[in-house]
């Protein structure tokens, strides 16, 4: 297996100098990549990313995920390709369909998600290549990636068969997050069914009782779009939790924190201390082979988080005999 990369994920749902802190400190702890998320009318994902651009030097910089119902695809691709450039070729873009989190604030509907995917990807690959596409016509100052001077990294995020083996014939990688780890194994199946792509594994995690109370009810927005197997596993309905989740955008968080007990929380993230969630990043290591593998962090203090998550990984290693 190639060099394994490590990572980190977070919602853009704080001030911007703690986000570009949290690349920064990434960064610092040696990490590979980073990951922000696009949450429509949170903090701008490119945005933040380009800033982090110019005062990073090594770490790629990834949108985990934007989606084509919000932004138009060659727009996003010549965005994308300027904080490419800025950055010197470490930029990743990350596209999905787009949950309830990002849409249902728009009174937007993901559509026929696979073609609009399908298509982003096609129009994103057309002007990254400067070439025509049916809906994309190259005019004489575009963009390219051969301005740019490294080509443009692809990848797919998604929870549902349909989209992640779309990612194994039209991708350069899968982004898996934002889904139990009982679904990992599946997820990845899908998307290595075509053709073999990188996966970038990302669980969510929490270190200490403050930070699961914090991400508890966060992780009301993963189930709201599974399959209705895993709710089923977990016991919720989705009226329960399309509920939970509009009392939780309203502010108030009660219904949420008591539909995630703690059982249904040990089943939809990694929960201890550095040396549990280390060696049990190993195990997924082992059982599925990821390019890179990362932790979504959703808790208050990002430089704690940040901390336990470069020691997690150390352990990690060092079960993997990776010194």
């Known amino acids: 297996m190639a060099e394994l990369g490590t990572g980190l994920w977070i919602l853009p749902d704080r001030p911007v100098g703690e986000l570009l802190q949290a690349v920064l400190d990434s960064e610092r702890q040696g990490l590979d990549e980073f990951w922000l998320g696009d949450e429509g009318p949170a903090r701008?994902?490119?945005?933040?990313?380009?800033?982090?651009?110019?005062?990073?030097?090594?770490?790629?910089?990834?949108?985990?995920?934007?989606?084509?119902?919000?932004?138009?695809?060659a727009l996003t691709a010549s965005t994308a390709l300027t904080i490419h450039e800025f950055s010197g070729g470490r930029m990743v873009l990350g596209v999905g369909a787009g949950g309830d989190m990002s849409l249902q604030p728009f009174g937007f509907d993901a559509v026929d998600p696979v073609s609009r995917v399908r298509s982003f990807v096609e129009i994103v690959r057309s002007v990254a290549q400067r070439r025509a596409c049916d809906e994309y016509q190259p005019p004489s100052y575009a963009i390219d990636e051969n301005l740019v001077g490294s080509r443009l990294t692809v990848f797919v995020g998604s929870r549902s068969e349909q989209m992640n083996r779309l990612a194994s014939e039209v991708a350069d990688g899968v982004f898996v997050a934002g889904m139990p780890p009982f679904r990992f194994g599946e997820v990845i199946g899908w998307a290595r069914s075509r053709r073999p792509i990188d996966v970038a594994l990302y669980p969510s995690a929490a270190f200490s009782d403050e930070a699961i109370e914090y991400s508890r009810p966060q992780m009301i927005w993963g189930l709201l779009n599974a399959p209705q197997a895993a709710r089923d596993r977990l016991g919720v309905s989705a009226e329960e939790?399309?509920?939970?989740?509009?009392?939780?955008?309203?502010?108030?968080?009660?219904?949420?924190?008591?539909?995630?007990?703690?059982?249904?929380?040990?089943?939809?993230?990694?929960?201890g201390n550095v040396e549990e969630i280390g060696c049990r990043l190993a195990a997924l290591v082992q059982s599925h082979e990821p390019s890179s593998i990362g932790l979504a962090l959703t808790q208050a203090d990002l430089s704690e988080g940040i901390d336990c998550a470069a020691a997690a990984f150390q352990v990690m290693r060092r079960e993997l005999g990776d010194s």
């Open 44 to 73: 701008e994902p490119f945005s933040v990313l380009a800033a982090a651009s110019m005062v990073t030097d090594r770490i790629r910089l990834c949108t985990g995920v934007t989606n084509p119902y919000l932004r138009h695809p």
């Open 241 to 271: 939790l399309q509920q939970a989740a509009d009392e939780l955008r309203g502010g108030s968080d009660s219904r949420a924190r008591s539909l995630i007990t703690d059982r249904r929380l040990g089943e939809l993230m990694l929960v």
